[in-house]
Nanobody
Framework: VQLQASGGGLVQAGGSLRLSCAAS????????MAWFRQAPGKEREFVAS????????VYADSVKGRFTISRDNAKTTVSLQMNGLTPEDTAVYYC????????????WGQGTQVTVSS
């Protein structure tokens, strides 16, 4: 499956952004989808995930209550609504896909930069 992330940008602290990831190539609903991020000088970290049907979501503690992951299987897209952004959310955000919980995320988008100014 091919993934293309978009929607990043520069926003002031307290603002919002919505990231989108368009998928193509396979049956989208077969895949667990997730967002990860990598800040400068730091390792990539998990942000949020969603099951193929969209019925279950998981969030990192650092974004719980501020970010919302969702998907539209008809449009083969997954989104990340980010509210209450802080400078600590500054990172390159990546969407990722995997077939089952037993496998690693092995499909990755190219990343989109999110910069939050104080």
């Amino acid at each position: 499956v091919q993934l293309q992330a978009s929607g990043g940008g520069l926003v002031q602290a307290g603002g919002s952004l919505r990231l989108s990831c368009a998928a193509s190539g396979r049956t989208f609903s077969d895949y667990f989808m997730a967002w990860f991020r990598q800040a400068p000088g730091k390792e990539r970290e998990f942000v949020a995930s969603i099951t193929g049907s969209g019925d279950k979501t998981v969030y990192a503690d650092s974004v719980k209550g501020r970010f919302t992951i969702s998907r539209d299987n008809a449009k083969t897209t997954v989104s990340l609504q980010m509210n209450g952004l802080t400078p600590e959310d500054t990172a390159v955000y990546y969407c990722a896909a995997r077939r089952t919980v037993l496998t690693r995320y092995n499909y990755w988008g190219q990343g989109t930069q999110v910069t939050v100014s104080s």
